[in-house]
């Protein structure tokens, strides 16, 4: 039988995932089917169960549905390290008849900042956004050295909770007039793009960075936050790579294959999202 595996949230019509994991599996040799499972409000539970009764080997899980397969994987067998700091489920793998908890998006979102030769370690971060993207990267990038970060956030008690949560003295939160001085790394992980607005960060501040990087992505590879630093002459990438690669993660977990992340990127840009 071909093993299963799927997308479970709402909405998740428009996910990417299937299209991401089948082609890791055309790729890497492997037998799986993927499918796109719409989650009712209050209904995680018993579609996860339903799920892995039927045999499902595995799923990714999407909003809102992170904090509910957290507790799923609580309840139901086991939570990485990981995901019990960032309180979120990514990544459920059914074995053994228990389910365990991972999150990829800190990983995933490291391993593309390495391919793209970013310099975070021993960098100033700046990281915009205190939302459930921001939760999930944060302690990634404590882990691969970043010197400093500092949160800032439209609502800025959600920038101070973060820094509370995290409980590192390397983590701070400031209002956006209040940064001053270099940040080597900015890394977007506010919806700004989404509704085409810029965070407001001084211009002197985006000059003088090194490296940016806009968690949201395009079929162009552009997003208003990268454009305008490349205005300055900074390289900036959107998220596209971050989405495959925390993708890749959940399939190493789940197949014990890692699959080539720049082959899928070209997949995507030239054939999907055209
Ligand atoms: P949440 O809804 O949890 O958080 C949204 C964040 O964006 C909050 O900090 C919110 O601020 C801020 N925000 C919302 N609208 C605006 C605006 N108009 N201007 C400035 N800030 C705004 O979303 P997520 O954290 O899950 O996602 C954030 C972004 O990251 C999305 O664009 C999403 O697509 C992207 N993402 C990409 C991934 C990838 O793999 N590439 C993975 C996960 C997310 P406030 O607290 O004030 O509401």
Request: net charge negative; charged share 25%.
């Amino acid at each position: 039988m071909t093993d299963r595996y799927a997308v479970l949230g709402n909405p998740v019509e428009h996910s990417l995932s299937p299209l991401i994991h089948s082609h890791f599996a055309k790729v890497t040799g492997q037998d799986l089917s993927y499918e796109r499972i719409l989650v009712p409000q209050g209904k995680f539970e018993e579609i996860a169960g339903e799920f892995f009764a039927q045999g499902g080997l595995g799923c990714n899980i999407t909003v809102p549905c992170k904090i509910d397969a957290l507790n799923y994987a609580k309840a139901n067998g086991d939570l990485s390290e990981n995901a019990q700091t960032v309180q979120a489920v990514n990544t459920l793998k059914h074995q053994d008849g228990k389910v365990y908890g991972e999150n990829t998006d800190g990983g995933g979102l490291c391993f593309d900042l390495k391919r793209l030769q970013c310099p975070l370690t021993g960098s100033n971060l700046l990281l915009i956004g205190a939302g459930g993207a921001a939760r999930g990267i944060l302690r990634a990038l404590l882990q691969e050295g970043a010197l400093s970060i500092a949160i800032c956030n439209r609502t800025f008690e959600k920038a101070l909770e973060l820094v509370r949560m995290t409980k590192d003295e390397r983590v701070t939160a400031l209002p956006f007039d209040k940064l001053e001085g270099r940040f080597e790394v900015i890394i977007n992980a506010s919806s700004s793009s989404l509704h085409k607005t810029l965070p407001p960060v001084a211009d002197e501040i985006c000059k003088e960075a090194l490296f940016a990087y806009d968690l949201m992505y395009t079929p162009q590879g552009k997003t208003v936050f990268t454009e305008h630093f490349a205005r300055w002459g900074v390289k900036a990438c959107d998220g596209l790579g971050m989405l495959v690669s925390q993708a890749a993660l959940s399939f190493k977990l789940w197949r014990d294959v890692m699959p080539d992340i720049e082959q899928t990127l070209d997949y995507l840009r030239k054939d999907v999202l055209k």
